[in-house]
């Protein structure tokens, strides 16, 4: 199949702005499911309410649009009623780990079998530019006029002690990493976390004068580097992106299986 | 493994936003905005079908189309 | 085969015939007094191969349920107020996207955390307007445990009926005492199952395209229609919309559905309403000691009666104007400061004639209570 084919096609253009990096993100992840082969009856797309959610609007599989930083709950739901689905779930910054950080933390825990894309722009986009648990410090924002005092998440390190199997990073200026560890998140058996940088020119580039679109990615090339790189040891601000984390643990709806035998076991 | 070559580029100028992506990050500088703030092939020799553009564009505006 | 007769708690009722109507996934968060319907089916639901799980609080909860309802599940998840109120913005997504499912809240005194151990019936008018916007919703309740089985039955129906959520407001006492319970056989009770499109693969399946009857089928997630679903003003389809025709047309589809059948959705228990000078209406564990007080009075020769609601929403106006178009005068037994009475006054020519018999203080309203209350209405002094 085409990519193409696994797109809405009739909802194109989409509705991000000119520049923004959720559309590269969309574009790795229908790629990774292109390369996966899997069937558009057998994934289940929920995301939450931002900018990042629309994203569930454009691909042609089930899509679940939520509320504000529900989606992992909803798309736990999902997974325990009907374990064989392959699930994804897109979520802004905001989204994931501020409304929806106790979802973000607990649905790790449990290890779920279901790939968590967080879209990181660090910015509000669809309310007009605040700052988010991904903003840092010492960013403008329309909510922070002197600056930000707040310090950030690192999702990498959170989705690590929260207990999930497969982490990652990548950015919309490595768009072919991008897309390998999309696919190979959503192959993973367990709770995936992908955390993609991605740009906001409109809101957060204006804002804090990064420049346009193109200068925003170039902004991921220069400060990033692969894990473990000599380059990080030399310069420690760099941001390391790669997979963090790849392992087995039980997977809860298998482990939930064995509880369900336990308890007929039980009964009889 | 040859390399491929070239045989078009498909722009879909309904979709493309003119961010200006593509042009500034292609290594080759194959790309232009044209005076609609369109993308536009204004080195077509030069490209390497690296597909960067087309990984990039946030629009899905760019296909590189190579020659088997 | 003769039905053994059960002692158990409300809760348990409520589990029991959530199994019988097919419950078969729930996700709920420990709060008192509902806990025990989410214990019991951590034991039940994985014996039967069901779904149960522990979420990290109310909101999940919700959220999970409307998930699996995607799926094709029948689903409940149980709470009391301060997770109800944590439930409303998912409550609203779940009628905006007609999503069934069953929420109980087993009530306790409000507001905040109130009194968890202590019974109230504060949250009657949360249940019809806590979520935002226009909106209809079904709310049930039930004063002993045989009704707490066959209005937890029609919740789920309603819910399959309807593609809506429907709450179940019971309350501490209802959920908590112990009373006999016998339970149906299968097929005692009619069970609405999930209506699911006839629409083949290939061809276009209008999620939130009512039929001419009004029912909406639907078509399980993981099966070969593939929708959107979302908490937008959407169209037939299930994608966002501006348009204000079908702004417009969603909101009254929403409301319209349930307001309009208020009559048919209108569950109640009468007791000797026949001539009976004063009505008294009430539900939940209060009807239980305003029935008392009839049947005590009664002997003694007084015209009183009793119109137990069982349906408080959509408020059954009509049939409360009927039952109390004879009456002198009408007394709301309830706790709380007169959440129904409002209603009621609502639904009579002579809204003066309504008065309220309530306790709040988390005690449960004895029918002494009420009789004081009555003897000054009637003018008799304390």
């Known amino acids: 199949m085409a990519v193409k084919d696994y797109l809405r096609e009739r909802f194109l253009p989409h509705l991000w702005c000119p520049g923004c990096g959720h559309g590269e993100v969309l574009g790795g992840l229908v790629r990774a499911i292109e390369q996966l082969g899997l069937s558009k009856n057998e994934i289940v797309m929920v995301s939450g309410i931002g900018c990042s959610s629309r994203i569930s609007g454009y691909v042609d599989f089930h899509t679940l649009h939520t509320i504000h930083g529900r989606a992992l709950a909803f798309a ?31 649905a790790a825990r449990r290890n779920l079998d279901m790939t968590a894309l967080v879209m990181n722009n660090r910015i509000y986009g669809m309310t007009g530019g605040q700052f988010s648990p991904l903003s840092g410090e010492d960013v403008s924002a329309t909510t922070a006029p ?17 207990g999930a199997t497969f982490v990652a990073r990548s950015t919309t200026f490595h768009v072919q990493q991008m897309t390998d560890i999309i696919a190979k998140a959503i192959r993973h058996k367990g709770f995936s976390v992908v955390e993609v940088l991605s740009q906001c020119p409109t809101y957060f580039g204006r804002k804090n004068k990064i420049g346009d679109a193109a200068d925003m990615i170039t902004w991921f ?39 369900v035998a336990r308890a007929k076991g039980r009964r009889s | 493994m040859a390399k491929p070559k070239l045989k078009q580029h498909h722009i879909n100028r309904d979709w493309c936003k003119g961010c200006g992506i593509c042009v500034e990050l292609c290594p080759k500088k194959v790309l232009a905005l044209d005076e609609q703030d369109k993308v536009t092939v204004v080195r077509p020799q030069d490209c390497i079908c690296c597909r960067l553009c087309e990984l990039r564009c946030p629009d899905f505006a760019i296909e590189v189309e190579t020659q088997e | 085969m003769g039905k053994t007769p059960k002692f158990v708690q409300g809760n348990e009722a409520c589990v ?16 008192t007094p509902s806990t025990e319907i989410a214990e019991h089916l951590s034991v039940r639901l994985p014996q039967l191969g069901g779904k149960f799980i522990q979420m990290e609080d109310e909101i999940a ?20 107020g301060p997770g109800f109120s944590l439930m409303q913005e998912a409550l609203g ?25 202590h019974v109230a019936q504060g949250d009657v008018n949360q249940a019809r307007w806590g979520t935002h916007g226009d909106h209809a919703i079904i709310v049930l309740t039930a004063s002993n445990h045989q009704d707490v089985f066959a209005m937890t039955v029609e919740a789920f129906n309603l819910a399959e009926t309807y593609r809506t959520p429907v709450i179940l407001l019971f309350d501490e006492v209802v959920g908590h005492m112990r009373e006999k319970l016998v339970l149906p056989e299968p097929g005692d009770l009619p069970l609405v199952e999930r209506l699911h ?79 009976a000078e004063v009505v008294m209406i009430s539900y939940g564990s209060s009807a239980r000691s305003a029935l008392h007080v009839v049947e005590d009075r009664r002997r003694r020769g007084e015209r009183l009666g009793l119109l137990e609601l069982q349906t408080l929403w959509p408020f059954p106006h009509e049939l409360v104007r009927r039952k109390c178009a004879q009456a002198k005068a009408v007394v709301v037994v309830e706790m709380n400061m007169g959440q129904i009475m409002q209603a009621v006054k609502l639904s009579v020519p002579q809204p003066e004639r309504v008065f309220l018999a309530n306790r709040i203080d988390g005690n449960f309203i004895t029918p002494a209570d009420i009789m004081n209350i009555l003897r000054i209405i009637q003018g008799k002094g304390v």
């Open chain 3, 93 to 117: 997504y779940a009628i905006m996207a007609e999503i069934p499912c069953v929420i109980v809240n087993v009530q306790r005194g409000g507001p905040s955390t109130g009194i968890p151990t």
């Open chain 1, 146 to 162: 002197y600056k930000t005092i707040d310090r950030g998440f690192d999702v990498v390190e959170l989705a690590k002690a929260a």
């Open chain 1, 221 to 259: 090339k220069d400060h990033t580097t692969p894990i473990g790189s000599k380059a990080k040891q030399e310069d420690p601000g760099l941001i390391e992106r790669g997979i963090f984390v790849e392992k087995q643990e039980p997977e809860y709806c298998e482990e939930y299986e064995k509880v």
């Open chain 3, 61 to 80: 909860s919700l959220c999970a349920i409307i998930g699996a309802s995607l799926t094709g599940c029948k689903v409940m998840t149980a709470t009391s």
């Open chain 3, 197 to 275: 499109t006839s629409v083949k693969e290939g061809v276009d399946y209008h999620p939130y395209l009512p039929r001419e009857d009004g029912r909406l089928p639907m078509s399980d997630f993981g099966g070969v229609h593939r929708y959107n679903v979302t908490g937008l003003v959407h169209d037939m389809w299930g994608f966002p919309s501006t348009d204000p025709k079908v702004v417009h047309g969603l909101l009254r589809h929403l409301v319209d559905k349930i307001e309009n059948r208020a009559g048919i959705l209108a569950h109640y228990r009468e007791h000797q309403l026949e001539d």
């Open chain 1, 76 to 106: 736990t739901g999902v997974k325990i009623a009907r374990p064989e689905l392959k699930l994804i779930v897109p979520m802004g910054d905001g989204d994931a780990l501020a409304i929806g950080g106790n979802h973000f933390i607990h």
């Open chain 3, 16 to 31: 029991e015939a959530a199994l019988y109507a097919g419950l078969n996934f729930f996700a709920g968060y420990p709060i």
